[in-house]
């Protein structure tokens, strides 16, 4: 626990979505299902970019980190989702709420600074192409990329923080399925004043500048798109970018809705899950639908390791089930795995085997 001399409260209790009683088993199988598809989907990515040589360029190295980044910010939140909506026991420590708040901020805001990143390699690409090679090198992509990852968890532990030192007396209670800023503030005995503040300011600084950047970018993308004469050459510039473009939209879409309209409704917790849970899920689909290269590289990695992931799958299951100790309330969902999951997926096995 984090030692504060004003602070009384040992541990917080998410609500979740306790309201909803008759949802718990359900909300539990469509996140945890969302979870796993998002996980897979993205390692996915990660592994077709370092294996396939057409993606060894600049572009596909930031949506690779930009993978990383989503795989760590989903598994913030949702496990712990995951548990107190089939548990009995919603509380989470002190120390554990705040360790879960600074990694979910600055995970976001780091994620926010990536997005920037992305759209400027996009602009130097279509405004610079003969030069973009050589002045996205190896030695510059990788400080490009540790950049947004030092920023946003630099920034992210001022609110923090600000926070954390605050007098927590009571009441614990969060109603929320994570640990954010706003809900913690507003059960602090104090003015939350200057915490507030000093959030705004972070907010302002990783999230409404990068967007700005974002904006003033493709602007100038658009103009040099436009000027071009060819029309195919107009098509292979706009598709370098509009997968890059779908997913700005979906997580400053989400999170606008979320944190600019009025407070205090019970769907503020499904709205969260917009960019928690269903932004995360998406975009290695959009990434993969949008772009010739990865599709390519998809079939080819599916045509060779496919069945051997199907036959890890039915055994992996199996062993998990029978071999492991008995007693979990989980052995009914690992059994669905050998049972439903694995019949599903041998259809498509063989589609994507036999051409």
Known sequence: ???????????FLLLGFSNFHNFQTVLFCVILLAYIICVFGNLTIII?????VALNNPMYFFISIFAVLEIMFISVTVPKLLVILVQSNKTISFSGCFIQLYAFNALGETECFILALMVFDRYLAIQNPLRYSTIMNNTCCSQLAAFPWFAGFFIA??????TVVMEFCGPYEIDHFFCDLAPLQNLACVDPF??????VVAAFISIVL??????????HIIVTI???????????????????LIVVGLFYGSAIIVYVK???SHYDKFLALTYTVVTPLLNPFIYTFRNREVKHALRKLLRQHIRQCSVGLFYG???????KPKGSHYDTFLALTYTVVTPLLNPFIYTFRNR
């Not at 200057?194 to 959030?199: A, G, H, K, Q, Y």
Request: aromatic content about 8%; hydrophobic content about 40%.
């Open 317 to 323: 299951s199996a062993i998990i089930v029978y071999v």
């Open 1 to 11: 626990m984090i030692d504060s001399n004003n602070t009384l409260v040992e541990e």
């Open 226 to 244: 436009l000027n071009i004469k060819s029309r195919e050459g107009k098509r292979t510039a706009f598709s370098t970018c509009s997968s890059h």
């Open 48 to 52: 077709l970019v370092r294996t396939e």
């Open 262 to 264: 009025p407070k205090g």
């Open 210 to 219: 990068p967007f700005v950047i974002i904006a003033t970018l493709y602007i």
């Open 157 to 162: 532990s001022f609110p923090t923080f600000c």
């Open 194 to 199: 200057n915490s507030s503040l000093v959030t």
